[in-house]
């Protein structure tokens, strides 16, 4: 028998055991999809309990709690979450709370996680909240759906942690691991098969547990690069432990895209807009971005910044005046404390005070040759 049809006899075989649990009638016994999986559920259970990171929301697993949780987490580290995370439970304790709340104070509050349409998919869950029965969360993953900001992987975690409903959690980790578990032959299961796969593991008991246990598998062992799979639980049911499926399609690197940032200052004011060519920051307050150089801006550093499938160059001028068309005004150094900027536009404007103090501190004698342009736009 070739490669390739071991690979088709692999994949057939699993897809004739997905379809075999996905028969039943969800409330009686779910046959084994892999006997060996099956029982090194309770092995990843245990690991969980020992090695779970210590995080806030899962000391107070309110259905608040984690949506607030979710969304933050989404394409963010957990580390830089955490410090956010407590913040916003401080300002915003519940529903209600932040459904008052300006969208302005929220952005403000979210500044420096970046992706800010989940801060406003959030606001608006919070508003939609208020006006459903008892102003609760609904329990059901499709009903979840229905609200604001809320995909399949989001619903199943809310309801299986929140609310103990028996449902998949699937996210990229858990894809990762089920993925490496079910390998045959050098085959690997599709989205398809693997969702449907993770639906029919889920136990009616502690579904929250389950999920959130896979998913720290994924975050903590089973890594996207050198897996440490001599710690893993599931290392005796996994064929991947000792010849991990190669990534068939290797991610693309990021775009580079170049773009210039004008820092426009008047004495201690700093010129601010809302308007943006690509409307990446709506609803934030930001430094004039184009994507050629003004004419009479100088230039006084350089930053880079990922934004989704892109690294982008941004060189950062100082202008005296608002370029001609654009719409804006002027803000004193309270009100841009107060104002919500992205992070590229904060690291502009700490540029500027970087080179300013740098003034200070070299006044009486000659400043560095490399910094004198910088001081004709004083």
């Known amino acids: 028998m070739t490669s390739r049809n071991r690979r088709t006899w692999a994949s057939l075989n699993l897809w004739v055991n997905i379809v075999s649990a996905m028969s039943l009638h969800p409330r009686s016994s779910r046959p084994l999809i892999d006997s060996k999986i099956r029982r ?29 949780s979710e969304f ?21 304790p519940s529903w209600s709370a932040l459904a008052r709340a300006p969208q ?25 909240v208020l006006q459903l029965p008892h102003r609760r969360l609904p329990s059901d993953p499709q009903k979840l759906l229905q609200l604001p900001g809320i995909g399949h992987y989001t619903a199943g975690a809310i309801a299986s942690i929140a609310f ?32 449907a796969v993770a639906a029919a593991l889920v136990p009616r008991k502690n579904p929250g547990t389950h999920n959130q246990a896979l998913m720290e598998l994924g975050a ?8 440490l799979c001599p710690s893993c639980p599931l290392r005796s049911a996994c064929p991947s432990r000792l010849r991990l499926p190669q990534r068939a399609n290797p991610r693309p690197p990021p775009t580079p895209l170049r773009e210039h940032i004008l820092v426009i200052r008047k004495k ?44 982008i160059t941004a060189s950062i001028d100082l202008l005296s ?55 004709a736009c004083r």
């Open 104 to 128: 302005s104070v929220v952005l403000r509050l979210w500044e420096g996680l970046g992706y800010y349409r989940r801060a406003r998919s959030l606001h608006a869950l919070a508003k939609s």
């Open 164 to 195: 103990n409903v028996p449902t998949p959690a699937f996210d990229g980790n858990v894809a990762r691991v089920l993925g490496r578990l079910l390998a045959r032959g050098g085959c690997t299961p599709s989205l398809f098969e693997l969702r």
């Open 40 to 68: 090194t559920m309770p092995l990843l259970y245990r690991w969980y309990q020992q090695h779970q990171r210590p995080l806030p929301w899962r000391t107070s697993p309110t259905p608040y709690h984690i949506a607030v």
């Open 321 to 375: 005046r608002p370029p001609s068309g654009w719409r804006g005004k002027w803000h004193t150094p309270s009100q841009l404390s107060q104002a919500t900027l992205p992070a590229p536009h904060r690291k502009a404007l700490a540029l500027l005070n970087q080179l300013g103090n740098l003034q200070n501190h070299h006044e009486g004698g000659s400043l560095p040759s490399r910094h004198q342009h910088v001081l």
């Open 268 to 311: 201690q004011s700093i010129w601010l807009t809302r308007q943006h060519p690509s409307n990446r920051w709506r609803g934030l307050h930001l430094l004039p971005t184009t994507p050629q150089p003004h004419p009479e801006a100088r230039h006084i550093g350089r930053i880079t910044y990922p934004f989704t499938r892109y690294k």
């Open 72 to 92: 933050m987490c989404q394409q963010t580290r957990i580390t830089t979450v955490l410090p956010y995370y407590k913040r916003w439970l401080r300002r915003f």
């Open 220 to 227: 903590l062992l089973c890594l996207p690069k050198n897996p």
